[in-house]
Each structure stands twice: as structure tokens, then as C-alpha cells.
């Protein structure tokens, strides 16, 4: 195993771990707080909260410190999951290799599931946090809330939403990319940099690079949706064209869809390279977020 799996594989038993004592399926409401651990404990890679924990590790702070936030942000990642399977948006019964939320739980269990995991990821984030002053703890929770909301994933996904089936242009593919997945993805990198004490200067940076981070994410993603299998990905393939998704692949190529991916990373990698960031862990995680097959 590489030092890269290594360090994911860590990165995930940690998180994997903190999350699995979250919600003990107890009280007349087992069945939800079962619905919601259904999903959260399903085979994930648990990139995102990797990205927490890499990020605040560049600046010398303790994973153990960072768990909470990491999996906060795992939750939020969870219930848009949840979401997007329902039968009134993506409607999709796979996910994560396992059958969706809603076609074990039924619809309105799997909708109160995905309410229930927004809503203790802010609870969890509010909690006390060693060695975080108020101060930054609160920009973690705006920067989540901002990044996760309607100026965030959710508009994003409300454009998705209005314009599949229809022609649109490339303008709302980098639009509905940039919201709907690059916005959650840049929130881990700014959360995890706020667990230090640094200047404007390197959190503009981080937010940059977050940004960057996450369209080329999305952007293999499309890429992926055209050319891997349905075993590959854990969820159904090809249905981004047999539902008329806008996807950079629809407008311009597999292959130029991922030049673009490397000429965006590269634009993230040279925001840290003008602050002086320098991070194994983030440039690790940045090379399996390009090259991956699934």
C-alpha cells in the first residue's frame, strides 16, 4: 500500500470510527437515527473529511483535534447524498454500492434522515473545540453554512435541477459544478485552516485552492459518468447523459474535460505556491482526486 492509501485509509478508520458512535439507533425514534447511520457508515472514501484533517495537519494540528469538524462535514456530505437519490431529484437506487436510502427506508424516512444529518452536522461543528478560539470556530460554522446553502451546494443543485433536459451553455455547467460540488469541497479546506492561526493572506490561499480542488473534482467526475461502469463507481453509470445533464464532457470532450481538470489544479497548486503552502498530505489527496477511476 502506498503512502497515500496509507494516510486515507487512517485519515477514514479515524472518521469512520467517531462517526460509528454518533447515533446509537435507540428510543422511539431508532428507526430514523438507523436510516441515518445506514448511510453514514456505507463504503465511502471519505475524501472530504480527509480533506479537514490534511489541511489542518499542514499547520501542525493533531487529528484528533479535527474529528469533529471532519466528520461535520461528512454529514453535510451524507444527507445531499440521501437527497439527490430521492425519486423527485435524481431519483437512483444505488449509492455507494449499497441500495439508496429511500428504497430501504422509504422516501419520507430517507427526506427526515438527510434533515436530521444537516442538522447535527451544525450542532457538532458548535460543540467546543480544543484549542480553537470562538472566534475561528464561528467562521468554521459561516464558512460551512455558506458553502453548504443557497449561495453553495444546494443552489447549485437547484440549477442542476431547472436545467436538465435543456440545451444551457458552458456558463451554467461551471456555474452548477462550482455550487453543487466545488463549494463543499473548498469548505473542508477552509475549515481545516481554521484550526490555525494564519494570516488573510494564506486562507484566501486555501480558499483558492479548495475552489480549484473541487471543480476538477466534478469535472472527472463527468468524465468517469461517460467512461466507467456502474461496478466501478458504486452508482448507476451513464445516467448524466440519459437524463440530459449539463456536464463539461456534453460540451467539449472527454479529454478536454480532463486538460481542464489539470489546468484548474494547477491554478490552486500556484495560489499556495505564492503564499509559500507547502503540504503532502493536500498535493497526495489532489493526485487521487485526477487520477482516479471511480
Keep these: 500500500m502506498d503512502a497515500l492509501q496509507t494516510y486515507l485509509e487512517a485519515c477514514k478508520e479515524e472518521v469512520n470510527a467517531y462517526l ?39 499547520f501542525g494540528v493533531a487529528r484528533r483535534l479535527v474529528l469533529p469538524a471532519a466528520a461535520a462535514v461528512e454529514l453535510i456530505h451524507c444527507y445531499s447524498l440521501i437527497h439527490d437519490d430521492l425519486p423527485c431529484m435524481d431519483d437512483d437506487d444505488l ?32 460543540r467546543p473545540l480544543a484549542g480553537v478560539p470562538a472566534e475561528r470556530q464561528l467562521a468554521m460554522i459561516r464558512a460551512l453554512a455558506s458553502r453548504a446553502g443557497v449561495d453553495g451546494m444546494v443552489g447549485g443543485q437547484a440549477v442542476d435541477i431547472e436545467r436538465t433536459g435543456g440545451q444551457g451553455t458552458l456558463q451554467d455547467v461551471e456555474f452548477i459544478h462550482l455550487h453543487k460540488t466545488a463549494r463543499l469541497i473548498q469548505a473542508c479546506v477552509e475549515i481545516g485552516g481554521y484550526f490555525a492561526d494564519l494570516d488573510d493572506e494564506v486562507r484566501a490561499a486555501l480558499s483558492r485552492y479548495g475552489e480549484c480542488l473541487g471543480l476538477a473534482f466534478q469535472m472527472i467526475d463527468d468524465v468517469l459518468d461517460v467512461t466507467a461502469s456502474t461496478e466501478q463507481l458504486g452508482k448507476t453509470a451513464g445516467k448524466d447523459v440519459e437524463e440530459g445533464k449539463l456536464t463539461y464532457p456534453r460540451f467539449v470532450g472527454v479529454e478536454r474535460t480532463r486538460q481542464m481538470a489539470r489546468e484548474v489544479i494547477r491554478h490552486g497548486e ?20 485526477v487520477d482516479r477511476d471511480r
Excluded: C, W
Design 20 to 58: 460509528s458512535r454518533l447515533f446509537e439507533p435507540t428510543g422511539l425514534h431508532a428507526r430514523l437515527k438507523e436510516a441515518m447511520t445506514y448511510s453514514l457508515m456505507a463504503a465511502g472514501k471519505r475524501l472530504r473529511p480527509a480533506l479537514v484533517i490534511a489541511t489542518a495537519e499542514t
Design 95 to 126: 449509492r455507494r454500492g449499497q441500495p439508496t436510502n429511500h428504497v430501504v427506508f422509504g422516501e419520507a424516512m430517507a427526506l427526515l434522515a438527510g434533515d436530521a444529518l444537516l442538522t447535527e452536522a451544525f450542532h457538532l461543528l458548535a
Design 270 to 289: 500556484q495560489a499556495l505556491a505564492d503564499v509559500g503552502v507547502k503540504s503532502e498530505p493536500l498535493a497526495s489527496l489532489q493526485s487521487l482526486i
